[in-house]
Every structure is written in C-alpha cells, then in structure tokens.
C-alpha cells in the first residue's frame, strides 16, 4: 500500500502541560547487573568484600603493569648457555691461546670445593638451602635500609639471595629500581620451581663477576692466585667469597685493609655456619691475601701472527660476537684444533729476529715505535696495546730527555732511569729499552722486517708463522699480507714449465745477451744476469737453475712461450700474471704463505694442497662442525672385520703437476744447495731442495725449500720497499735463517731423499756437458763431481754418444785382433755379439 501524503515538516509543537519525553538505550543484561552491583553495595558484608575483590585486581593490574608483564620465563635457564671464549690448542693438544673479552671457565658443581661453596654461602646468603628462593628476613631488613636511606642518594644494601642474583644477572639486570628488586623477587621462585639447588648454585658460581676481568671462580682463582679452584687454600677461598661486593675493590692493593677485614668476616662466617672449624679459620685469618700481580695468559709458545691468523679464519666462519651465532669466536666456547708445531714456532721466530737483528747491527735509531702524550702518557701507553717479549726487552714512553738520558715510563706505572738515547727522540717518543745495571738502555728495533712460514708438504698444514719481528709490535702479518716481488725463488715454475715442453734437466741453453722488442712506447728491453755479471756460453738447464742464470731463464721462457709459463705460477697458486717476459725473474708480487705452499707441490710430487692452519673445530659440546680434511671413510669404524681390503684414504690435494716434472725440478733444486746460490747450506748433510731469490734493488731477499716433511720460506725487506744494500743476496742474508731454523729443530727433519715417482728414469750424466756418460760413479753430495745422476722422463735421455764411441773403438780393437789371429792360426768362430747394450751396462736407472 502507498501512502500518497506528504510529509508534514512542520516543527512540532509544544503541548501545554505535558512533560518532555526522554528516550534511553539500554544495554542487554545491564539492568541486572546493576541490581546486583546495588544489593553488594546496600549491605554491609557484601560491600566490604566487594571493596576487597576491587582492591585485589587493581592491585594486580598495577603488579602486572609494572613487574610481570614481559618478565622472561624461567625455564630458558634449563638450556642457557653462558658466554664461553674460544680455546685455542696446538697440534699436540696443549693450550696455545684463548680468544675472549672476559676470562671464563664453566665448571660443573662437582668440581666446585667444599670450602669454596660454604665461602660463598657464609658472605651471600647463609639460608641457601632452605628457602624458596626470597629470604625474608634478608628482604626485611633491606627494606628499612632502603627507607632510611631513601633521597639520600646512597644505595642501599641489596637483601638478595643467591637465587635472586642469578635472575639479576641472567635475565633482567642490574638496574637500580625497587620495580627490578620485584622482577627479581618473582623470578627467583620461578627459577626454583624449574631448577634444584645445585644446579642455581651451578650457574652463579660460573657467572658472578668477581674482578680483573674475570667471571666465575676459576677464572677469578686463576686471576688472582694463578691456580685452579681445587687448588685453593681455606684463606684464598674466603678471599673469593668478598668479591661479589666490590669486584674492583678489594684486588687492589690500597684497599687491602679493608679486603683483609672482609675476608676475615667470611671465615668467622664459615665457621658459624659449620663450614670451617675455629682452629682452621684461624689459621687462614694469618695468612697474608697472596694475590698475584696481573699478567697476561702464558700459554706454551709466542705464536702471534699464527694466532691471529687463525682468529681471522675463525671469525670469517663462524662470526665474531656472540648475536653473530650460537658458534661465535667470541661467545661461542669453541675448542678449536690447529696444526701450530711449538717447537718449530718457536725456532722460526727466534731464526728470523736473528736474523733481522744481524742485517740490522749497526744501525741508527730510525723513529718511535708510536708516539703518546706526555701528559697522559700511562693512559695512552696502555691503550696502545704495544708491547714486546724478547729476551729482558721492555717498551716504554719518554717522559723527559737531556742530552743522552732521560726518564722512561712503562704500562704498569713506574719509571726509570734510560741511558743511551738518540738525538732524534723526544718525549712522547715510544722506545724499547733493556736493563742496564740499575738503569734502562735503549735498544732498536730493526726497521727491516720479514715474514716466515713452516709448512708439511704432505698435507699443506702450516706448521709455524712468523710474520714479523713480534706481533705485539703490530699485526701486520707479512708471511700472509705483504706482497713482494720473489725474484728468482720463481724460476723453478719456469723451469717446470719448460720440462712440460720437451726440455730436460741437461738441455743446453745459450747463457748469452738477450733483448726483445717491447714495441713503439716501451722499445727494446735487454735482460742481464744478476749483478750484470755477463754471459757464460752455452750450458745445460741444470746448471742456469743452481747458478740462478737471468739470461738462460728469460731465453727459455721466450721459447716456450710466456702465456705457458704463467698459467703455470697460476696454477700453482702463486700469482695471476700477465705474460711478461719480466714475470719469469720474479716481477710479479707474492706473499710467503702462496710461494711455500707452491714449494710444497714440488716435493709432493706435484700434488697442491690448500693451506690450512685449522685441523677441526668443535663446539662448547664437543660436536666437531669444521674438519680441514674432509675425506669420508665409512667403513674405518666397523665393529669387526668384514673381510675386504683395509680400508685407504684418498691423498688429498690436486695434481697440480706432472709428477716427473716435478720431482725433475726437485732433484734440480737440490744441486742449488749442493753448488748453486744456497751452497752455504750444504753443510747440513740433509736432502734438502731450495732456491734462493733476489730483487732488483736489491729490495727484497728470499729463500725458500726443504725437505719430503718440511718446506720453510722466509722473505726480508722493509714494509716500504727500498734497496737493502748492494751486499743484500738471498744466499747471504735469508739463507742462514733457514740454516739456523734447521739447526735448531734437526730432529725433526727427516734423512730420508726424495722419492722418484713411477716414470722417471735416472740416468748418469756429465755434468758440464750434459751428455750420457757410463763409467765412473755419481756423486750427487759432492759439488766438484763430474758425473751426477740427472732425472728424465723415458725416452728423453741424451743419446749414448760416448758409449757408442767406446763401444766402436772396442770393435776396432777386436777386429785388428780376430785378424791377426786367423792370419796366424787360421780362422775361428767369433762370438756373436748383440748390438743391443744390456739395461745394467746402460747407466740408466728405471
């Protein structure tokens, strides 16, 4: 139905004597509850517990507000895992080093003494054992304590159980607010509901921060008496106890009366509480505090640059810091394997500051290790994190200067007399001085510096690294990061190169001018030998590598084709070069690390390895989550014998090489100690191969070699290159650092020669000539022999030219003779004589 009436839009109008109409909207069930709200409130019991409800909730919205509301949860104790350093050993296992910002050591509570723990309990809280966690009567009397103190500005005393203190420092920290003493309240049930007693004492023992940078007992008791805490006497254990209070106090030695009044208090304590008996706390109580002075982690070898090389590695896996993961360098508590030798460490950096300081004697003083404000200069010194470990060395700061002497000032405060200074220094001036009587001596550093690295060949596992004169100097590691030109120690691979191309060891190469045509811009390049000493004639292979000849190296390079020679140093991992004829005598730059580990391949029979300083890595659990070699082998760990064939590991590396070619380069090498450039090292009667190099300048000096288990290398030169003297040879100055390393470690070198690989034929040779000789007997030690064993490929030998001469004149000879005897007697059967030389007759070893 349509209603056709409009709409009346007259405004209403007031009718007289009605009342106003009020409209409300009322919400479903709101009358109800408001009866019932108005039947609590009318009568007296029901209001009053209404009041008490209300009170209750909104005294639980405010605690929830502002105590509980995101509170950890408790049981994330039940997996914590505290921040642990990363332990470094050497390869016979012992602790080399330890990688952290704070000294820490987790014990179990079994491991924890008696005496320390009622120590702990007597000073922190005597009522361990028996309450839920919050003490009442402690709380109680913190809080009058914090009410008389309250606007006062001092704090007050903290009233927390032991169990509070792991919930401070675990889970909500150390802000000083009565809202954090409530968390702390809370979580310290909880965490006794998840968690028994040993186990709460287990955490706080490790975590407590207890001063000199150290947390836990055992990183305290190490810290303070040099001992573990089952080592601990009754007196040093309640000393411990004190630190908790005053972690950066009582150590110290201007507040020794009050550490000594303290640590009584505890023994007294430990008595009361039945810990200790009064005879023994006594006892403890004349014992002076014997606290040991702070001193650095001494662990079995100086191997910084190695050290910090690993810590790099291990940084670059597994991440420095603790939110880097759960495995972090710094946090994560791993234990990690390095193949670090300490005996060949050590030898390596006593042999290369040897010799540094014997190019270095005589002269002067060339500058400051760093410079510091005189006026803060403890401070500074101190940041600078400089110091030395030689010998009775020290490095200090120049505080004032007159003429030749002066004061000196060191890290730990005091200061001393200081004779023998420079004109040139200055205060501020940081120096390395030694005892002298009653005063210091100057001593200089040398300014030339050098890198060394001790490799197996077997396996490519770094065995020792020094990369300067101390790392504490600087971390500059130049066995790794200083690349240098290595001069002739590269012409082996050039060698090799060639012996890949159809040359041998007793090829002949003219020793003669060489020039090439470098094109319009650069013109024509001549090539000389070292020290512009002139050509020589023609010679074999052999003899251009031991004498270290330029000219036959450039010349075999250019036969065979530059392009073939540096695909050959790349792929040994030397260097990426261009095809210069230059990169064949050492122009291209290298480091220590790359040019050892490409020595290596040599001796391995051409194998290349990847040089590892980590063996394998575990985590805080043990699990092993990097190995360096990773080969698999299955059936090592069967029960019993399954009957098939032991079961053999692969060899590792790469096949680098051609085997022959290098074992050809080897053998070749060691003529070079024999009676080439590094003849100064014949004398130690071992199979040793090397090759020594020097650069134009001469700006840096090189040797490199060893033996089938030991290459070493060692290069010396100033970090900003410049000439080194015309003296400067890598025979004469790196040679007898390797003399002196071999010297020192001689029973770890082994007397065993070098292996021939399948397919190399060793065959006597004339030395000079190169020719195939058969007669006399080889003397490879001996360097005036004429006749030397030469390793071939087959077929490549020299032909049998003065044995088919010998051979055709025998014949002559017989010949005269058979004739002269039919002519006499008559004729007779002659012998039939084979044209073939018998293999034994032959000279030849296959």
Known sequence: ??????????????????????????????????????????????????????????????????????????????????????????????????FARERRVELRYVDFPEPLIGAFLSAEDKSFFQHHGVDVTGL???????????????????????????????????????????KEMVLAMRIESVLTKQQILELYLNEIALGRNSFGVQAASRAYFDKDVGDLKLNEAAFLAILPKAPEEYGRAKFLDKAMTRRNWVLDQMVKNGYATRSAADDAKAQPLGLVTRRPDNYTTDAGYF????????????????????????????????????????????????????????????GPIAKVDPAQWQGQLIGSNISIKYLDWRVGAILEKSGSTGRIGFTDGSTGAVAGLADAIRPGDVVAVAPNGTNWALRIIPEVSGGMVVQDPENGRVLAMQGGFDARLGSFNRATQANRQPGSAIKPFVYATALDNGMTPASIVLDGTF???????????????FGDEGAGGSHTMRWGLEQSRNLMTVRIANDIGMDKVVRMIKTMGIGNYPPYLAMALGAGDTTVARLVNAYGALADHGRLHDQTLIDFVQDRNGKVIYRADKRNCDTCNMAQWDGHAMPRFKPTGRQAMDARTAFQVEHMLEGVVVRGTAASLRDLNLPIFGKTGTTSGPTNVWFVGGSPNIIAGIYMGYDQPRSLGGYAQGGRIAGPIFHQFVTTTRDEWHAIPFTAPEGVRMAKIDRVSGKHVFEGTPDDRDPKAGIIWEAFKPDSEPRRTSRDLQVSTREAVLDALRKAYAAKYGAIAAPAESDAVPVEDDGTVY
């Not at 009718?15 to 019932?36: E, K, L, M």
């Not at 929830?64 to 921040?83: E, F, I, N």
């Not at 810091?321 to 394997?337: C, E, F, K, M, T």
């Not at 020039?515 to 030998?529: I, P, T």
């Open 307 to 366: 050290l910090e090389e690993v810590r790099r590695q291990l940084i670059d896996q597994f991440g420095e810091n603790p939110d880097d993961g759960v495995n972090s360098v710094y946090g994560g508590g791993l234990w990690v394997r390095t193949s670090l030798d300490t005996r060949l460490q050590s030898a390596a950096q006593a042999s290369l500051r040897t010799g540094l300081l014997r190019y270095a004697a005589g002269h002067a003083w060339h």
């Open 140 to 182: 109680g009397a913190a809080v009058i304590d914090y009410a008389t103190k309250f606007g006062t500005g001092n704090r007050a005393r903290g009233g927390s159980t032991i169990t509070q203190q792991v919930a401070k420092n675990l889970l909500i920290g150390n802000e000083y607010k009565v809202s954090r003493k409530l």
């Open 1 to 98: 139905m349509v209603n056709d009436t409009p709409p009346d839009d007259t405004p209403p109008q007031d009718t007289p004597g009605a009342q106003p109409v009020s409209f409300r909207i009322r919400r479903a069930g709101s009358g109800r509850i408001a009866g019932i709200w108005r039947a609590l409130t009318t009568r007296g019991w029901t209001r009053r517990i209404a009041i008490v409800v209300l009170v209750i909730a909104l005294a639980y919205g405010v605690l929830w507000a502002s105590v509980l509301r995101g509170l950890p949860s408790a049981d994330k104790l039940l997996t914590y895992q505290p921040t642990l350093p990363t332990m470094v050993r050497g390869s016979d296992g012992e602790i080399a080093s330890t």
């Open 515 to 529: 020039c090439v045509y470098q094109g319009a811009a650069l013109g024509q390049k001549c090539f000389k030998n």
